[in-house]
């Protein structure tokens, strides 16, 4: 993952493809795969907006390997990346994921140290 600050609240994330297909299948989960109780709370945005950022990996990120995200959609895709592996735990999460979990937080952390 490469990443380029473009103001302070938006960032140009480049993906490999399985990386691309992590954050999918991830914010897919938080929408359709589990229940999520008190889902603005927990993942710090609304079901519409996750389904817009979702809709950026489906279809940008896996045509260009590339998606551009605001300071929130981040927090929102590192919740849900969290969320996940605490409903899941170590095997579940590489099973329904297709991502070990330790690399899959790595990734969560440096989007996490982007935001300071």
């Known amino acids: 993952m490469q990443t380029e600050r473009r103001t302070d609240d938006i960032f140009v994330i480049?993906?490999?493809?399985?990386?691309s297909i992590l954050f999918g299948n991830t914010l897919n989960e938080v929408l359709r795969g589990i229940r999520v109780d008190n889902f603005e709370r927990r993942?710090?945005?609304s079901k519409e907006s996750t389904e817009r950022l979702s809709t950026k990996f489906t279809r940008?990120?896996?045509?260009?390997?590339?998606?551009?995200?605001?300071?929130?959609?981040?927090t929102s895709l590192c919740n849900s990346t969290r969320l996940c592996y605490e409903e899941f735990?170590?095997?579940?999460?590489?099973?329904r994921l297709g991502?070990?979990?330790?690399?899959?937080?790595?990734?969560?952390?440096a989007l996490e140290n982007l935001l300071g």
Request: proline fraction near 2%.
């Open 60 to 74: 940008n990120a896996r045509l260009t390997n590339e998606v551009t995200l605001s300071a929130s959609e981040i």
């Open 89 to 95: 735990g170590n095997e579940e999460f590489t099973t």
């Open 99 to 109: 991502f070990s979990p330790a690399e899959a937080l790595k990734l969560v952390e």
């Open 43 to 45: 993942i710090k945005a």
């Open 14 to 19: 480049r993906l490999a493809m399985d990386e």
